[in-house]
């Protein structure tokens, strides 16, 4: 590794742990922040809890968010069912 | 979806009419369904590209590619500056007030989604689709550039920074003493 590469402030990392999820880092700030990462806790707590939040909204369900869906569907499905008995 | 369509058209009404005829689309053009891609996508696609053509015909203005660069969003740090060591410190932007391990069974708590959600609500615009669209609904990056119409770059700090303030919100809630700073 080269001594001029510089090290990785905690409030930097903050900034690229969506990069880094993505893969989306240079080669060198991937390094650079496995190295941060590797003997920092906080940080690892902290890319953890960016990891649950990802998590948690996956857990969402339709009906959290959408609560008419089911009804548009089933609105929707009528009206085909209807047109194909009408050809 | 309906939330996709209303990116694109001017109210919830005419979002709705879409996602119908989306649905009418799908049903009647399973047959030519080639299984290319997964028909998530296949669906989203065919829904994006109605809700665009409405949108347009409409004139619906803002398109949403304009959306996203806009509100001078550039310069919002993920974390409080406060929760870091200042640049006269041994450690400058070393964590002063560091982040807490969170029980992972905690987040997936009824009420804790509820604060998830509750957050999402309540980001800016384009925030708000993206983190639905990659976290929500598990789409890729490729799949959100091509149905907002936006670079790669952009879709990933909209995203960032919708991470970063739903991940603050549950904080405040689950670690209030951390969180709470001076408020």
Not at chain 1, 46 to 69: C, F, H, K, S, W
Not at chain 2, 85 to 113: N, V
Request: hydrophobic share 40%; with cysteine.
């Amino acid at each position: 590794m080269s001594l001029f590469t510089r090290e990785m402030a905690c409030q930097e990392l903050v900034e690229l742990v969506t990069a880094y999820f993505d893969g989306s880092l240079s080669r060198a700030d991937r390094r650079r922040f496995r190295a941060h990462i590797s003997g920092c806790d906080h940080c690892t707590a902290y890319i953890e809890q960016m990891r649950l939040v990802i998590e948690g909204a996956g857990r969402l369900t339709e009906d959290d968010i959408e609560p008419n869906a089911r009804e548009e569907l089933l609105d929707a499905f009528r009206g085909w069912s209807e047109g194909r008995e009408a050809d | 979806m309906l939330h996709v369509a209303q990116m694109f058209v001017r109210d919830r009404a005419t979002a709705e009419e879409v996602v119908q005829e989306t649905w009418l689309a799908v049903l009647n053009g399973i047959d030519r369904f080639e299984g290319r891609s997964s028909l998530k996508t296949w669906l989203f696609r065919i829904l994006t590209n109605r809700a665009k053509t409405r949108g347009q015909r409409d004139g619906r203005i803002v398109p949403f590619s304009s959306l996203a660069g806009a509100g001078g969003e550039d310069d919002e740090p993920s974390v409080d500056p406060d929760r870091f060591l200042g640049p006269d410190s041994r450690a400058p932007g070393a964590w002063a007030a560091p982040p807490r391990a969170w029980p992972e069974d905690k987040i997936l708590e009824r009420e804790t989604l509820g604060v998830i959600n509750m957050a999402i609500e309540e980001l800016p615009e384009a925030q708000r689709e993206v983190i639905r669209l990659r976290d929500v609904e598990g789409w890729t990056p490729i799949e959100v550039t091509d149905a907002l119409e936006i670079t790669d770059g952009n879709q990933r700090v909209l995203l960032h920074r919708a991470r970063s303030k739903v991940r603050a919100a549950l904080e405040m809630y689950l670690n209030p003493d951390v969180a709470g700073g001076t408020t």
